[in-house]
């Protein structure tokens, strides 16, 4: 409540006094918290919570400039207080891709635009001003598998046996992933964080921007832990970034085999965090509401394993943990 207060206090300051009221807008898997104010003449705002001692608003406010400089519909910054941690915003409303699609939205029109606005903020692209997605961050990502997931959360012994045969895995997936062209990674652009305002999205939740694989913000977007599409359908808008992306010159693959693979490859690193952040959001953080995500995040993993053979060890081991699940009547 006291940070409740603080927020109305900066608000009543920076606003001239007009009168509004301050409800919660949303919460993410961070400490941030956003709250939509509503002023007495009918405009609205965002408020977002970064306690300091728990988050820094400065990586998104770099990343802010940088997405609306390529032209990305991103919260413009009204007012800013970094001190303490709070940021008002433009408010681009409450519609989420998820929530749309939902509703029976036009999947295509806006899977097609997700994709247009990605290949700008790829051509935006410049080394050296987002920090590097390197191996080092790639590795501590796939850790988290092994430590939460296998380690915490799942019904079977994990041994030294099958940690060995996972570590030389993990060094596929790396060679793989490292080996990709760069560029702008948004890191979660996905339908929770794509908001339905007009012809192209608005673009929230992007202060972890990296540098890193060119395709990792598409499976993102394609292998969405939150909604899931069927493979013929992704694969048609992959082919259609694919070809857009050429003609804008980014540096995809000139064989789509080849992007695709990398796509692919890519896929089983993010799933395999994923998997290893849900289960330590459950079992250290006490959120479990992504519990009920990680069966599709764990689908789309074991079938790209399934396509590949120098995956087997990994495929062996979800087999593993299904099997034991069937066993002990385990569910998430």
């Known amino acids: 409540m006291e940070r409740i207060k603080q927020i109305q206090d900066w608000l009543q300051e920076r ?7 301050l409800v919660p807008a949303s919460n993410d898997a961070s400490f941030r918290r956003y709250f939509r104010v509503s002023f007495a003449d009918g405009e609205t705002a965002i408020v977002m919570d970064a306690p300091p001692e ?3 608003i400065r990586p ?3 990343v802010q400039q940088l997405f609306a400089a390529a032209g990305t519909q991103v919260p413009a910054v009204l007012d800013q207080d970094i001190e303490h941690g709070f940021l008002l915003l433009s408010d681009l409303g409450s519609t989420t891709y998820l929530a749309a699609l939902a509703d029976n939205a036009d999947a295509d029109h806006l899977y097609r635009a997700a994709l247009d606005t990605l290949i700008d903020i790829q051509c935006s692209s410049r080394p050296g001003t987002l920090p590097a997605y390197d191996r080092a961050v ?3 990502e796939l850790d988290l598998f092994p430590d939460w ?3 915490k959360h799942v019904p079977i012994t994990f041994g030294d046996t099958q940690r060995n045969a996972l570590a030389v895995v993990f060094e596929k997936i ?6 990709e062209p760069t560029v702008y990674v948004h890191r979660d652009y996905h339908s929770r964080n794509l908001m339905v305002t007009g012809e192209r999205p608005g673009v929230i939740d992007f202060q972890d921007a990296v540098y890193g694989p060119i395709t990792y913000d598409l499976v993102s977007l394609l292998k969405d832990a ?4 069927d493979e013929e359908r992704t694969l048609d808008w992959l082919a259609r970034y694919w070809e857009k992306a050429r003609k804008a010159g980014l540096p995809v693959r000139s064989d789509f085999g080849e992007f695709f693979r990398d796509y692919e490859w890519m896929g089983v690193q993010r799933h395999v965090k994923v998997l290893g952040i849900f289960a330590r959001l459950f079992h250290r953080d006490d959120k479990d509401g992504y519990l009920k995500d990680m069966p599709l995040v764990a689908k789309y993993l074991g079938a790209t394993c399934a396509r590949y ?3 087997a060890p990994l495929l062996r081991l979800l087999d593993q943990i299904d099997n034991r699940q069937a066993q002990v009547g385990y569910t998430f």
């Open 15 to 21: 606003c001239s006094g007009r009168h509004f009221s």
């Open 54 to 56: 728990r988050e820094d």
């Open 60 to 62: 998104w406010l770099h």
């Open 138 to 140: 790639l590795k501590r």
């Open 149 to 151: 997931y296998l380690g």
């Open 174 to 179: 790396l060679a793989v992933n490292l080996a």
């Open 226 to 229: 939150y909604v899931e599409w």
């Open 309 to 311: 053979v120098e995956l």
